[in-house]
Structures are given as structure tokens and as C-alpha cells.
């Protein structure tokens, strides 16, 4: 008997707990040459702003040790050029799509939940608060509680689809967070962004990275990505989302185990544009050959 | 596509350069020149990202991996530079690869009745070479060759062996000319008519191309470099910037999926230390 | 001419910038078959408390993608028996020793300060606040930069000896703790310290650690221990001491580069006990071949 | 000592258990039989660290590596059961490991007029085998050896070759008895007299192994493994409880430094799953 798969992210039904995360994958469609769209749980697309963001300058990318820095810059179309170029693909494709967004300031913020939540084509939403706040002289919402409240609750008050907060790893206290963006109305929490690093180039004695900082994904992040879940899934009630350095289904039925209901592939989509494709399959065939008739039960089975 | 190729051969041309023979399904005889691969250089995460290659020929051989017929195959000419590349060298005949590829967008040949020029600095010269091999078939094509040393000027013969006359300039003189490639390419240009250029190579050296092209109005297609994680237009991380670039209007290209093999016309080009634009 | 290697942290005259890091160089006589201890700028060693401490249970490490989790639990043979078994050691060794402690309490803190400010063969103090403040419902000291000013100052009173104060980043903002510190009277801080990790196997359903959490070191940390050190060397007076994932001089100068005025090397010394030493002649090698007459030049030298 | 090897040989004996020989510094031919080595089994990051294997053999003799006079090697018996182990299992013949050793304390031979009796389950025969080497210029040895199945009894005939006599148990009795070897052992106990033991392997084994000896009242000495690091007593990684541990009273040893091979007096067996006492 095939197991159950299936898992639901604050009301959004997933064929299978693998997405792949934001600015990882595009918006889908480059990648449907090397997997099949249809067989992923979700896809979150790149970053949405409410107009077109250039990003940085480069270099925006530079290779460490296991990982890598990015500093693109959140670099993207804009959501008018996504509803008119990117959605109308949407519908050719059997998959939820989850729209990633982000402003700088809150009412930025509120008005892209109010232009997403009218496309039906968008199943849910993940609100990215690693952004400097411009109107509180740059403080990043996704490192304060009360600004991530005010973000979060703006965002709930437009939208009747459900809403995911990507938290930021770069705090002190990853559980005040998660709390702060439940109390405020999120459904899910996505856990975690990139962590802020930096390269230097001895030869030229400058930063690698035209920004000089930049976020450090793959899996070099991968035990601290586990742990924050862990922590956020034992603090509170809404699913979790884990992220950070999956590369193997092995690693995402680990997130499963820390209290993850799904995960997201990122910079392994890099590597190999067909991995998310790969952990769906692999995942199916470890739940087959260990006898667990719903993938389910290994959510939160961690024994301690 | 994604495939896994064997090492046919890798053999050490010059100090450093080397040439590798890898096996590749069929489709890769379709490559366009200038098009490149991302290659994993092996199977761990040390190093983590593929590495971009650009495609220095492909054909058709019997090989020991193949019972009968023939086998398609791929070559890449490279430069050891860092940790990947080392690892490369360090290949044997019958090692396994995982490349992405044919990828991104290659040269465009365009009109066969005029001469077309090849300007290749140092490993530049990798995708001109399989550009050469296409352009011979209906035009008069011309090398102009850059490096610091000799020892940076790779497959001269290889080029004169399709007919392709060959201009070298070195930077210390100990080959051809001494002096940028791109001078003796202007000198050329004064008298050349109908004239195409196709440049690789260092940035500084697509630059002063780019720039004789413009003073003598003649078409110009350049392949750039950039650090690229996907290859494939995911990341956004290679981007150059457009010609109609600005604060306030962004025109960023990729170089993986809009190049690496640009219009001259399409870039902004600036002033300034070399470095990717 | 030979370079000038020499720098100077909080009034200690360092040989040159390498010193060996805490809980990875034992006490430093474990490794003096495999190089010259004479030759390092400095030795800081195993992490030291009132009493003698037996840690945590096993397994307490475990390998991760270019790092490792540690959860030794801070054993040690306590402040006693190293006065009286280990001290005596460095009357035969002409190298910098400062002394890592920690405490669960502010006295504990001052305690251990009194007693190793005695020490003749102690040139420096470090002080790891990365330690649950028992009385205080375990807030960890180094999470807290009131909790850190308070046991800096507890420490400052107790001793003449140069205070360097070693930070947690497992924090929102490291240049506040920063900050906080040298208020209190830190001579330098050392940046930085593990960043809390956790490794599931996946086969068992447990945690790898006894411990459940762990220490992440080792080259994969590299790029968030430099952009801590950059964000801290521009914001406080005092030198700063670069820590996490040096494997290579390139990597030491780079830390310079940002801003620290030493570094220190830990987890390379598991793999390469020689590595600290190795690292030294390498920076030699390297200014020589640069012409660079002082190493001094190459600090905060990073061109941004 | 820390040093750079070139590996002489590297054969598979039994599916998935190798033997490698490799060139070492003369002093290795001074080891004791239950040291150590750690061993970096590639240049990366990936694997991180470094691995632990018991020393299985040394000895010296004329190589391809060495013009004249004979070369000093060491030899590991491993069993592939990770990354860092299949990629030993890849090497060639002139490839290069680095290696630091030999580490830790190894087995005390004590009285030759006793009998001696090695216990060894799976790739715990590897530094079992060298033990007996020295052990059989003076004293009787027999060799208890225990396994899944018939595969994982290794390099019987060597020891059987050094004169050992040798009793074989399997789990699956498709060599020897079927069964724990430690029930063979007891048997043999009750006759024997003056004897020691020696014994390496999984830790039920070895917990099996010291209860009989408690029981019979003979020494027992247990090589034991852990989780490593450093190899060299530093990181405090690879801790075993001794024999006076309590909450109040610490008392953790370095398997690394003060073992491997501990007497089983000096440890605290607790009862319950097996795993790292
Ligand atoms: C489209 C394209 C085609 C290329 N074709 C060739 C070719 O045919 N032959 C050849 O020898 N080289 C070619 N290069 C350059 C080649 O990719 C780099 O030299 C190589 O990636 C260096 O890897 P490394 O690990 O040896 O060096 P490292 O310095 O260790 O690499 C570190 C990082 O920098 C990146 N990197 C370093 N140099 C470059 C560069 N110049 N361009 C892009 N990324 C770089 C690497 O991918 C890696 O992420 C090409 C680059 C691009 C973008
Ligand atoms: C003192 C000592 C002597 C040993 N002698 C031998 C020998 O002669 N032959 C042999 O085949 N094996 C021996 N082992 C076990 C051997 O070290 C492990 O099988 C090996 O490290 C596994 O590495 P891996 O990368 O293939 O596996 P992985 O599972 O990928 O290893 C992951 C991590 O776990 C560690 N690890 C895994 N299993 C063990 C283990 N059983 N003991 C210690 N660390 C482990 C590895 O070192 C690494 O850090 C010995 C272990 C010790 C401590
Ligand atoms: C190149 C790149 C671009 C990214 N862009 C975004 C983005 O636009 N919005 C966002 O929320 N996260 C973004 N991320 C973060 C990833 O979605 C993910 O959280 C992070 O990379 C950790 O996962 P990984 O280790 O599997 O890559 C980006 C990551 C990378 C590497
Ligand atoms: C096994 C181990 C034990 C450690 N023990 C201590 C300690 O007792 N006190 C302390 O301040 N830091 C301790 N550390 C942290 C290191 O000193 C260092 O800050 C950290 O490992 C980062 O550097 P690295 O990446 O070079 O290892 C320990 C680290 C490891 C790996
Ligand atoms: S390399 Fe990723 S977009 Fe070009
Ligand atoms: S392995 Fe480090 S102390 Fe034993």
C-alpha cells in the first residue's frame, strides 16, 4: 500500500512535505526540465516586492566552506510583472504555489498580502521579515518581537490565505520570535533563513561580496537550522517549516523529527536541479521500507 | 540536461592547462559553441558548487566504455586556479562526472559572406575553438590570441589545423608580438571589411574589444565570466548589468541563462579597474 | 629583515597573533610532541571552574558538514588541581598562557578571578559567558549584555591582569554584548565562542548528543565568526580576538583583515596538531613575501 | 608522530572488509599491539575529521616507493560502513593518507606462562591479530571469534598460521557454532587455568567478555571505541565512564589517550542497551 504522503500547512494541503524555498528555485518553471513540477509538495517563489527591486551589485555570490554567502539583494520582478508573467504558468501545473514577499515598511508589507491574496493561482503566503525596517531607522523586523508582531498582524488583517513567517536565525531568541509571529496570526513558521556571514579576499584585501554581507545557506547551516526548529516546534502550536542545508532525505525526515509538518530544498537546487524531485521520491521509498503507513507519524518523533 | 560522464582522457598541455575528454549522451553534439557546463568536480560538498566550463568540442569516438557504435563525447579546456579545478587534474580515465549542460546561450554566427574574428585571451580561447569549428565551414576566420607568456597560448595549432589564421600577442613578447592582442586587432580592423568579432577572454580584454568594435562599428559578441552558483537563471547570482541599467531602472542580465555570449551593444560597459562589469 | 610578528592584547605582548582556543589544545602539553609550544603567540586553556566538573554524558561529539557539535559540558579537573598539576607546566615553556574559566554565578566568576589573578605563569584572563546563570532561572550570562556587564565587572574587580571577555553568538546583536563588556572593564573579547547546534540520528530517532545541543565549530562557522569579528572591531576600542573555523594562515589574516588584532585556532588542531604552529610560520612566510614589515599593518586593514 | 604515507595495497578480503598496507616511518614497527592511528582519509573539509583504526600489522619490506633498503609499512583491517571509510576503500595503490600515531595505550601481554584467549567480534579481530603476533613467542593463544555471519570472521588462517588455535561462533551458524562466542568461551573458562583475556569488538561483546571474567575471576583487558576528535586526549570527546564514576565524583576516561585498551576493572559496566558504556 502506497503511505500517505500528504501533510497540511495551516489549512493548505500538501501532496508531500518537500517544497522548494524561495530564491532557490525561481518561480518554478526554470527548473521543469529537470524534475517534474507536479511531484513537489509545494513551491515558494523568489521574493516579491511591491515594485522591481535591481538587488546589489556583484559579485553577490561567493562559495564557503560547505555553504555559501549570497547577497543578491532580493533582486526580483516586482509583483504586477509576477500576477501578469509568472502566475498564467501556475495554471498549467498541478502544485501548490506558496508567494514569498517582503517590504520596507509595514504598510508595504500589508498591501503585497492584499495583492497576493486575489490570485487564486497562490495557495498561501510566506512573509520574509530578514528586511531592515526603513521607516524605524533600519531595524530588521525579523530581530524584534514587536516589530514582527506589527508586520505579521498587518499582513493577517489582508489576507484570508494562510500566512507563513520565515524567521530569521539571527537572534538571540528564536522561540520569542515564533511566539510573537503566532500570537499576530501566522498559520505556519518557516524556520530559517539564511544566517549573515562575510568572505574577504586576502589577495585584494576587500570583501568578496559587493555588500560585504551576505546569508549563509546550504548545509554547513544545517545542525543550527535544526536545533531553532526543534526549539520552535516544542514552543508552539502551528507547523513548522524546516530549512536550512537539506540535501538528502535523510536530512528532511531529520527536520521531521526536530517537529517540522515539511521542509524546503534551497541552495541544493543549485547543485542539482532535480533534488527536491529526488528527497519526494527518496522520502516515499524510506516510508515503504520502514513499514510507516503515513509520513506523519514522524513528525515530532524525536526521542529524547 | 543532467548526465554522468566518464574521463576519457585528461592530458596536461601547457604548465597548468589542461584538455579533458569526457563521455556525454548524444544531444551534446548539439551544443551551440559558446554554451557551457556546470560541472561537480566531486562527490562531497568540498567543494560545494559545480564549476562553469565552457565547451571546447564535441564529437563521436569508440571508446573502452562503449560495446559498439560510437560514443558521443565533450572535451573542456581548462586553467588550474583553485580547489576545483585541481581536483579536475587530478582525474583519471574511467572517473565519473555529474554535469548540467549544454547551458545558457551561445554565439551567434550570423552573416557567413564576412570574415569572422576570434579574439581569445588565455583560456579564453576554450569556446572559440568549437566556434572556429563551425564558422570554417562557410567563412574566413581569424585568430587574435592573447596571454601573459607562451605558455598561455593554447591550441594554436588546433586552430591553424581548421585554416584559421592566427595573430598571437603575449604580454612579455615571448610569443608573436609583445603587447595587448587587441592592438594588433585594431591595426587588422583598419583594413578588414564586413568584419565579425567573437572575444573571450579576461575582462579588461573584453573590454578594449568591445571598445575597438564600437570606434570601428563593426558587430561584436563577448562571453563573459561571472561566480555562479545554478547556471541556470535560479540564483540571480552572475548577474551584469544591461545597457539600460540604472539606479532607479534596474537591466540586469544573467550571465548563465542571457549569456554568457552577449552583444556588445546589449551591455553597460564602465569605467574602471576590470572586474566583472 | 624578519618581520615584526608581535601584537599586543590589553597590555599582553603576544610573540604573534596565533594562539590555540580554548577546550581544543587541552592544557597544551598534550600537543608538545606534535609542535614547538614556544612558537605560538599564545596558549588559552581547557575552560576552568571552582570545582572540578565531569561534563556530560557521551556521545558528546559529532561530525557535521565542515564542522562539528560538541557537548563536552565544560569538564575539567577544576582550579585546584590545575594550580597544582598544570601551572608548573609553564615554568618550562616561554609562551603567553592566559587561563579560560566560567561560573554558574557571578561569585563563582569573581572567585576563579581572584584565584588565577594570583598566578604568576597566567599572564591574561578569559572569560567564557557563554554559561547558564544558575540563579537566575539559567539565562545564559552571554545572551544578556546586563548579565555580562555584571560578571565582567565581578571579574575586573578581582584582578589586575588583562580581562579578555569571549562572546556568545548565539545573539540578536553581538556589538551590544560588545559594548557591554568593555563597559565593565574588558581589555579585549574574543569573537567567538560555538554557535548552538544539534545532530539527529535518524536510524534511532534520538538526538546523535547525549546532550540533545551542542557546540558547532570548525571551517563551516567561518564566515558568521568574521562577520562578528568585522561588526565588533568597528565598534569597540579594544583588540579582538578572531575565532571559528581557522584552518590556514589565509584564513588568520583574513580575521586580521576584518579587524582582530589576534586570532585563535581550535578545531584545526584536532585535525592537524600541528596546525597552530604551522599557521604561524605561514604568516611569517606571507608577510615576507609581501614585504610587509609588521603584522600590525594588516589589521582592520580590510578595504570596504 | 604525524606522517604522510603512500598506500601499498588496498584489497577487499570478505564483502565490505578491507585490508590496506601502507609505508610508514621505521619507528611504527615499534607499536604496541592495540594502538591506534588517526587517519585523514581524504584532503577536504568532507569528511571533516579524522577516523580512528587499530593498528593491524607493521613490518618491513622492499617497495616501489623506496631505491634501496626496505621500507617500514603498517597495515589496517576495515570494515566500510561510512563516507569516510568507503572512500579508504577508493584508494590506490600510491595514493596518499595522512596519519597521526600510533595513539593511545595498547594491550599489557603480562605473564607469558599464562594461557592467553582472544576474544574479537567482527573488525574487532584487527588489533587482536597483532596482539597474537607477539603474544605467540611466548605463551599458548586461542582465539575466540564471534560474527554475524560467515563474512565477518576475518583472516582466520593468519592467526591459525601464527600457531593460534581458533574457535569460530555466528549469529547465523554459517561458520563455526551458532551462537555468542562468550558462550564458547565460558565453556572453555571452566577448564582452562592461568589465563587472560584480551578482547575487542561491539560493546555487548565486550560487556558479555567481562562478565564471564568477573565470573571466572582472570584478568580481562577491553579495547575499547568512542567517538573521536583529537585522538590525543584534547577534546575530551571520546570519554568511557571508570570505575569510581558517580555524579558527585567524576571520573571520565579518554579512551584515546588512556585507552584504547582498558583492564575491566577500571571501568563502570552499567547495565541496559549497549552503546558507549
Ligand atoms: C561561463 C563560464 C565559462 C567558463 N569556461 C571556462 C573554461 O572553458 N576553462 C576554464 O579553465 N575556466 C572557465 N571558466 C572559469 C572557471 O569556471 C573557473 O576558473 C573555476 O570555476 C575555478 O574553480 P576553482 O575551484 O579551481 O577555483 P576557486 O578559486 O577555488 O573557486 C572559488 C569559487 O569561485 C568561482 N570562480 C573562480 N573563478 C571564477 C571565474 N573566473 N568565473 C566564474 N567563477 C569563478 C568558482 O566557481 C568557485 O565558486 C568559465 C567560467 C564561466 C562563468
Ligand atoms: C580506537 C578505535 C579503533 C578502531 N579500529 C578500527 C579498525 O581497526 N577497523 C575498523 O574498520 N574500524 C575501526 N574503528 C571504527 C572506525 O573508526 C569507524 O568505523 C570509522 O570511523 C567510521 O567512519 P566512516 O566515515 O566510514 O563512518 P561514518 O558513520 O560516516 O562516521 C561518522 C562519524 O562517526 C565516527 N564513527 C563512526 N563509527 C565509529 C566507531 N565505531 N567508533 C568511533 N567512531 C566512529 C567517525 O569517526 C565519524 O566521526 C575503530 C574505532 C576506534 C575508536
Ligand atoms: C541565492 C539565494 C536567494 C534567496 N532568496 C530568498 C528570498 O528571496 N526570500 C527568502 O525568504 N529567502 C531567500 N533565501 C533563503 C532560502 O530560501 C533558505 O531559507 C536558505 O537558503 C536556507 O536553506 P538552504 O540551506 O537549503 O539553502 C535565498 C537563499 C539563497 C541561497
Ligand atoms: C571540543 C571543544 C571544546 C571547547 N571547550 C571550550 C571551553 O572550555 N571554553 C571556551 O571558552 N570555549 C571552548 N570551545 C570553543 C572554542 O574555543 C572556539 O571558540 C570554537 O571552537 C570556535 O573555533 P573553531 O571553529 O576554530 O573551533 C570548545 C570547542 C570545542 C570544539
Ligand atoms: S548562476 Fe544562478 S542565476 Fe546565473
Ligand atoms: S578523541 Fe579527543 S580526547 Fe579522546
Known amino acids: 500500500m502506497k503511505p500517505n504522503c500528504s501533510v497540511d500547512i495551516g489549512g493548505i494541503s500538501l501532496k508531500n512535505p518537500v517544497m522548494t524555498a524561495s530564491g532557490t528555485f525561481g518561480y518554478g518553471q526554470e527548473f521543469a526540465d529537470y524534475l517534474d513540477l507536479n511531484s513537489l509538495g509545494g513551491i515558494i517563489t523568489k521574493g516579491l516586492s511591491l515594485k522591481p527591486r535591481a538587488g546589489n551589485p556583484t559579485p553577490r555570490i561567493v562559495e564557503t566552506c560547505g555553504g555559501m554567502l549570497n547577497a543578491i539583494g532580493l533582486q526580483n520582478v516586482g509583483v504586477d510583472e509576477f500576477i501578469a508573467r509568472k502566475v498564467p504558468f501556475y495554471r498549467t501545473i498541478d502544485t501548490t504555489v506558496i508567494a514569498n514577499f517582503f517590504g520596507t515598511t509595514i504598510e508595504e508589507y500589508a498591501e503585497l498580502a492584499r495583492r497576493l491574496d486575489a490570485i487564486p493561482e497562490v495557495a498561501g503566503l510566506e512573509v520574509n521579515i530578514s528586511c531592515p525596517n526603513v521607516k ?4 530588521v523586523f525579523g530581530t524584534d518581537p514587536a516589530a514582527a508582531f506589527a508586520v505579521v498582524e498587518a499582513v493577517r488583517e489582508m489576507t484570508i490565505k494562510p500566512v507563513i513567517v520565515k ?5 538571540t531568541d528564536i522561540v520569542a520570535m515564533a511566539r510573537a509571529c503566532v500570537e499576530a496570526g501566522a498559520d505556519a513558521l518557516s524556520v530559517i533563513n539564511t544566517i549573515t556571514g562575510m568572505a574577504i579576499d586576502l589577495k585584494s584585501r576587500r570583501p568578496v561580496l559587493a555588500n560585504i554581507t551576505g546569508g549563509l545557506s546550504g548545509p554547513a547551516i544545517k545542525p543550527i537550522a535544526l536545533r531553532m526548529v526543534w526549539q520552535v516546534a516544542q514552543a508552539v502550536e502551528v507547523p513548522v517549516i524546516g530549512i536550512g542545508g537539506i540535501m538528502t532525505a535523510t536530512d528532511a525526515l531529520e527536520f521531521l523529527l526536530a517537529g517540522a509538518t515539511a521542509v524546503q530544498v534551497g541552495t541544493a537546487s543549485f547543485l542539482d536541479p532535480g533534488a527536491a524531485g529526488r528527497i519526494v521520491r527518496e522520502i516515499e521509498q524510506y516510508l515503504v521500507s520502514e513499514g510507516i503507513g503515513d509520513v506523519t507519524e514522524l513528525i515530532g518523533a524525536l526521542k529524547v | 540536461m543532467q548526465f554522468n560522464s566518464l574521463v576519457i582522457s585528461n592530458v596536461e598541455l601547457s604548465p597548468g592547462y589542461w584538455r579533458m575528454r569526457m563521455t556525454a549522451p548524444p544531444p551534446i553534439t548539439g551544443s551551440k559553441p559558446g554554451q557551457f557546463l556546470m560541472i561537480k568536480v566531486n562527490g562531497g560538498s568540498d567543494p560545494l558548487l559545480r564549476r562553469p566550463f565552457g565547451i571546447f568540442d564535441t564529437g563521436a569516438m569508440v571508446t573502452e566504455f562503449t560495446d559498439c557504435g560510437s560514443q558521443s563525447y565533450l572535451e573542456i579546456l581548462y586553467k588550474v586556479v583553485g580547489k576545483g579545478t585541481a581536483m579536475l ?10 554535469i548540467l549542460g549544454p547551458l545558457g546561450r551561445g554565439f551567434t554566427p550570423g552573416d557567413p559572406a564576412g570574415e569572422k574574428i576570434l579574439v581569445g585571451g588565455g583560456i579564453g580561447l576554450a569556446p572559440l575553438y568549437f566556434l572556429a569549428r563551425e564558422l570554417v565551414t562557410g567563412s574566413r576566420v581569424r585568430l587574435f590570441a592573447g596571454g601573459r607568456s607562451r605558455e598561455d597560448i593554447l591550441c594554436i595549432t588546433e586552430f591553424e589545423r581548421l585554416g584559421v589564421e592566427s595573430y598571437v600577442a603575449t604580454d612579455d613578447g615571448t610569443l608573436g608580438d609583445r603587447g595587448f592582442v587587441t ?5 587588422h580592423l583598419a583594413t578588414a571589411h564586413n568584419a565579425t568579432l567573437f572575444a573571450c577572454g579576461p575582462m579588461p580584454m573584453l573590454k578594449a574589444t568591445a571598445e575597438v568594435a564600437r570606434r570601428h562599428n563593426v558587430p561584436c559578441q563577448v562571453s563573459l565570466e561571472a561566480y555562479m552558483a545554478c547556471g541556470m537563471g535560479a540564483c540571480l547570482g552572475c548577474v551584469v548589468k544591461g545597457k539600460d541599467h540604472g539606479d532607479n531602472h534596474p537591466d540586469y ?3 548563465c541563462k542571457d549569456g554568457p555570449v552577449f552583444d556588445h551593444c546589449e551591455l553597460l560597459w564602465e569605467k574602471g579597474e576590470g572586474g566583472h562589469s
Do not use: F, T, Y
Not at chain 1, 136 to 139: A, Y
Not at chain 2, 89 to 98: I, M, P, Q, V
Open chain 2, 253 to 255: 542580465r544573467c550571465v
Open chain 1, 167 to 171: 524567521l530569521s536565525p539571527n537572534v
Open chain 2, 183 to 187: 592592438q594588433v586587432l585594431e591595426r
Open chain 1, 136 to 139: 524605524q531607522g533600519g531595524i
Open chain 2, 89 to 98: 587534474a587530478a582525474l583519471h580515465n574511467g572517473d565519473r562526472l555529474d
